[in-house]
């Protein structure tokens, strides 16, 4: 096995930066203390002297070494791995989120639907208030001790479904107090049938809300048409700017998908922005390469110095207006949450299921439909114990290349559904998307560097 690295430096946005690994120390340094930190672990204060002053006057090598020195000693340069590769996950099996599959059915027809136009390979149906009540019973009793749950209303498209929905928060709202818990309800919507009763029951009752819009109308009416082949841009725009006025403060994402037909993605950002919307989020999108908008190997440099190219735009933008978010370029280095989270990642297949309208449960919303997939029922239980340790066992400690990887303690092994339907193996990391991440993770950080200082 290679061995793992324990600094990640790069240069961006004018900052030289500096990650340790292992402590989650992220030191802004200056170039000096850059180019000796590629001696230091292999050369002595006299070697990094002789192949150095040439360039730097020996005195300033010595206090940058010196300084080096001082934060190695203080564990947040070259500091050891704590090796808790052995550690057990969720041993109780608690269930903390969930993804309810309100609607297999969908009112567009968009072209990269990893849900075959919202049935998920299966039969188009809606989640009757039977099942959708047992499977927020099935959350509340398997949850254990914590009291905060996650409900995410999902599809095909959940607003064909409404009526439920409405139900199902009441019903959530009742059983929280016998069970002393509370639900923090999500809704995923493309925007087609919202109205004004809509919108209000949304932002008076979901704590955050999805709203899926691909950027400018001629990305969006590529990808995202209606039934009858009409772009949906025009319909589902003057909705969602009317329905983030009225949200106020309170949470919500415009979240896009990017395709090889717009690696300029961040121009799609901006169009969000112009329209309105601060809170925004744009995913590559993940699908078989022999699909003609699928991102490939060839397109990578390019959506590499797209994600760079925003981040100097992102910059700008910030110090002007400090409510902008691009999901991608959100980071916490508070060292949060604890080692084993960031080693694990979503939860999914563990602590987050999928729950579809026949009451079938699956691992996340991307494995719905695959049988292969199906954990159990919610009159049975999780009954496939032997995936859900799979799942729980999928960590950065047991995946080689993984173990290896500066990013390992930020993208926790990145997704298990990409993983698994670019290598037909949920365990061995979607490469793709694993050199976007990191070139979003030092975005994120150079990012921070600049507003910050």
């Known amino acids: 096995m290679n061995k793992a690295v324990k600094i990640h430096k790069f240069f961006l946005n004018g900052k030289y930066i500096v990650l340790d690994v292992n402590s989650g120390g992220v030191h802004v340094v200056d170039k000096i ?32 070494y010196y300084e080096i020195g001082y934060l190695v000693k203080e564990g947040t340069l070259f500091s050891e791995e704590n090796d808790i590769s052995n550690f057990n996950y969720n041993n109780d099996n608690i269930v903390k989120a969930m993804c309810l599959h309100v609607a ?18 299966g039969e188009r149906r809606m989640m009757s208030l039977e099942t959708g009540k047992k499977a927020l019973e099935f959350l509340a009793k398997n949850s254990g001790k914590r009291r905060n749950l996650e409900v995410d209303f999902f599809g095909g498209e959940p607003l064909m479904n409404f009526e439920i929905v409405k139900e199902l928060v009441a019903y959530g709202r009742e059983i929280e107090k016998i069970y002393n818990k509370h639900f ?57 700017k009317e329905m983030v006025e009225k949200r106020g403060d309170k949470d919500y994402y415009i979240r896009g998908t990017f395709t090889n037909k717009n ?46 190219k925003f981040s100097k735009e992102y910059i700008d933008i910030k110090r002007k207006d400090k409510d902008f978010y691009f999901f991608h370029y959100m980071i916490d280095l508070s060292q949060g949450p604890c080692i084993i989270k960031r080693a694990v990642g979503c939860g999914a297949g563990s602590e987050y299921l999928a729950i579809t309208p026949e009451g079938d449960l699956y ?18 239980g999780i009954v496939n114990t032997g995936l859900r ?24 092994g990145g997704c298990h559904a990409n993983a698994y339907y670019a290598n037909a193996d949920f365990s061995k990391p979607y490469k793709l998307g694993c050199d976007m991440e990191k070139k979003r993770i030092e975005c994120s950080i150079s990012i921070l560097a600049n507003l910050e200082n």
């Not at 691992?363 to 049975?380: A, W």
Request: hydrophobic share 30%; with cysteine.
């Open 104 to 121: 297999h059915d969908c009112n567009l027809k968009c072209n990269y639907c990893f849900a075959s136009q919202g049935n998920f390979k």
């Open 184 to 240: 923090r309800f999500t809704i995923t919507t493309n925007g087609v049938l919202l109205d004004e009763d809509k919108m209000d029951f949304i932002n008076e009752n979901m704590d955050n809300v999805v709203l899926s819009l691909d950027g400018r109308k001629e990305i969006n009416d590529q990808m995202r048409q209606t039934i009858n082949g009409n772009g949906s841009y025009d319909i589902v725009l003057p909705k969602f």
């Open 263 to 308: 690696i300029d993605f961040s121009n799609d950002i901006i169009d969000y922005y112009n329209n309105g919307f601060k809170k925004v989020s744009m995913e590559p999108v993940v699908t078989s390469e022999e699909m003609d908008y699928a991102l490939r190997e060839e397109h990578l440099q390019d959506v590499l110095d797209e994600y760079e």
């Open 33 to 64: 203390v850059y180019d000796i930190l590629d001696l230091y672990e292999d050369h002595d204060e006299a070697q990094v002297l002789s192949n150095l002053k040439s360039i730097y006057d020996e005195e300033t090598i010595r206090d940058a």
């Open 389 to 412: 340790d799979k799942f729980k066992n999928a960590n950065v400690y047991n995946s080689p290349e993984c173990r290896t990887c500066w990013a390992r303690f930020y993208c926790s």
């Open 363 to 380: 691992p996340c919303h991307q494995f719905v439909g695959e049988k292969e997939f199906l954990l159990g029922t919610l009159d049975n």
